[in-house]
């Protein structure tokens, strides 16, 4: 599929808005008799799994004919009712009005008056390349290197109590737009074998808010601590690394992280710990952001997670530092790319990944090889 380039100049000045991808209507929902750690043991090439529940490329799905799963279905765990909700949603008119009408869409990060993501955080300093360039951020966690093949994600979505309540219907909104993220993802990766592998945890705590300083760990552990004590997890970070390590074993995956979303006051709305690895989003993003960006949001999160460095302005990236298990260097930012470079998530509020930040994130790559940069 020939694929077209924007240049950020000429979204900037608005003078077109390309379309964003229809992810859901290529997707098809369909459930199995049993659940299916590997993906040889899959009926179809599966893009997201919620235990027997699998979502799959649409034609494939029809191929195959199979049981098509609506909301009401009962029977279903709470993981598998909420990924088929989530699927549903995100075929409905309300959902994808509220994607194409976000404000902030085709805004770079850090402009227009709009926040930027936090930049990443934590994980240990890459090794120094022997090719000239510097190595730059973090290197990823052992379980988060390169975005291939099945992937375990879990989400811990935690309300409190009073305005810091997350209703049904929201809990409904944040599992579809997390859904959407991985679609985006899975959408980008060339050699399309990337299976998203979820799990679902509400929790309910009883815990006051608490005033969020500059110190993002001690901003949330009061209320990460007591959401991984509901799950069986203990406290700080060292649990949530044993939650996602004990995530991966249960689900058979090679890789695998995690997504705290809660209204709890933050550090900031949108920031991942690399050796977590897990990353938090606020239910209600704010600063020029909402809702309808949290898919965006999780997705461009999860880049960082898997490596991949900022390249809006005001990140300070610069061409010359290598990011991700190819030491590949950040050929995108905006700071040095002489057009500006071209439409990614990891600049814009796009549902779009470049060849660089494939790279960076660690896809398989294309059957012909990646192109040069
Ligand atoms: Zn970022």
Redesign the pocket.
Same mark, same amino acid.
């Given at each position: 599929m020939a694929r077209q380039r924007f240049s950020v100049a000429q979204t900037a000045e608005a003078l077109f808005a390309p379309e964003e991808p229809d992810l859901a209507n290529a997707e098809a929902v369909i459930l199995l008799e049993t659940p299916a750690p590997g993906i040889a043991a899959a009926p179809t090439r599966a893009i997201h799994r919620y235990g027997r529940v699998v979502i799959a490329p649409g034609s494939a799905a029809r191929d195959n004919a199979p049981p098509v799963v609506s909301a009401g279905d009962a029977g279903l765990t709470l993981t598998e009712r909420m990924g088929v909700h989530a699927f549903w949603r995100r075929r409905s008119d309300a959902f994808r009005i509220a994607s194409q009408s976000r404000a902030g869409r085709f805004v770079a990060?850090g402009s227009g008056g709009r926040v930027?993501?936090?930049?990443?955080l934590g994980g240990a300093t890459a090794p120094q390349p022997s090719n000239g360039l510097s190595a730059a951020g973090a290197m990823p966690s052992p379980t988060s290197e390169r975005l291939q093949g099945e992937v375990a994600v879990g989400l811990i979505i935690v309300s409190g109590p009073g305005h810091l309540a997350i209703l049904p219907d929201e809990m409904d909104e944040i599992v579809a737009r997390m859904q959407e993220g991985c679609s985006i993802l899975q959408a980008a990766a060339p050699a399309g074998d990337v299976v998203f592998n979820h799990e679902i945890h509400p929790v309910y705590l009883s815990l006051p808010d608490a005033r969020a300083t500059q110190d993002h760990d001690a901003t949330e552990a009061p209320w990460r601590d007591a959401a991984l004590a509901q799950i069986g997890q203990r406290g700080g970070r060292a649990g949530v690394l044993a939650y996602v390590t004990d995530l991966r074993r249960r689900l058979g995956t090679r890789w695998a992280y995690c997504a705290f979303v809660t209204k709890y006051s933050l550090t900031h709305f949108?920031y991942?710990w690399m050796d977590g690895p897990h990353l938090v989003l606020a239910a209600e993003p704010g600063h020029g952001w909402s809702q309808a960006d949290l898919d965006v949001l999780f997705a =461009?999160?999860t880049? =960082?997670i898997f490596g991949a460095?900022?390249e809006?302005k005001s990140?300070g990236c610069n061409c010359g530092t290598t990011h991700g298990v190819y030491g590949h260097a950040n050929l995108n930012c905006q700071n040095c790319v002489p057009n500006g470079g071209e439409l990614c998530i990891?600049h814009t509020n796009v549902k779009r990944l470049c060849d660089h930040t494939k790279r960076h994130v660690g896809f398989s790559a294309p059957p012909g090889g990646w192109p040069s940069a």
């Open positions: 990060w930027a993501p936090a930049p990443p949108a991942a =461009h999160e880049c =960082h460095p900022d809006y990140s990891m």
